[in-house]
């Protein structure tokens, strides 16, 4: 086990000239490449903690949906929870991670775009997101009016999401989002949605917790 893990990072120095790039497999390759150490989008796992040990059983099987270079899945392991695929669509950060977290042998870092999942249906218990999908929604344009690039990007990874999730399953979406901007991309037959808001006195963020029907639909 890594007995030094990295602190969590609040360096800005690797920023996009304009946010869409957000949305870019290229410039987190880049980002990455020249970013050190980690760092964590909106939450700690310090802060998330009591909302996961509310949602998330020790032996889920999770996978960290665009886990970029945060702690989040670190600190997940050192507290119990060892079933943990990684997927980022970035080499750099996969390969990055893959050396950092060595001694945590029961995790996994796969290179993959959270569009296409390659994962079975069904073969997920939860699927954590902390600020991916935020990323891909990151565009010049009305916030109200997305266009329908955006929108079918969202849907593809939300679909998949659904596919790969076993019955019973649970979809857990960290983000700054209100629920009138990201409520709607959730809405699938066979899902319950509920919100909570995550305020510790500062700005306000959202987890979006959609629980799949135990039983299939149609």
């Known amino acids: 086990m890594n007995s030094n893990p990295p602190k969590a990072s609040t360096d800005l120095h690797v920023l996009p000239k304009k946010n869409a790039e957000y949305g870019t497999r290229e410039y987190w390759q880049q980002r990455y490449a020249q970013e050190e150490g980690s760092f964590d989008w909106f939450k700690t796992y310090a802060d998330l903690k009591p909302l996961l040990h509310q949602h998330v059983p020790r032996d889920a099987r999770i996978v960290m949906l665009g886990c970029g270079n945060s702690t989040l899945s670190g600190d997940m392991y050192e507290d119990g929870f060892r079933r943990i695929v990684n997927v980022d669509y970035s080499d750099v950060v996969i390969a990055q991670m893959r050396q950092r977290y060595q001694g945590m042998s029961d995790m996994a870092w796969e290179v993959m775009d959270v569009r296409e999942l390659a994962l079975s249906d069904g073969s997920v218990d939860v699927a954590l997101d902390k600020g991916t999908l935020d990323a891909l929604m990151c565009e010049q344009g009305d916030v109200w009016e ?7 990007n969202i849907r593809r990874v939300v ?16 983000t700054f989002g209100q629920p009138h901007f990201r409520r709607r991309h959730l809405e699938r037959a066979g899902w319950s949605v509920a919100v909570e808001r995550l305020n510790d006195g500062g700005f306000d963020y959202f987890a979006y917790i959609a629980s799949k029907s135990q039983t299939r639909e149609g």
């Open 159 to 174: 679909d998949e999401v659904d596919r790969v999730l076993a019955p019973g399953g649970k979809f857990i979406w960290i």
């Open 146 to 152: 997305p266009s329908p690039e955006l929108c079918e």
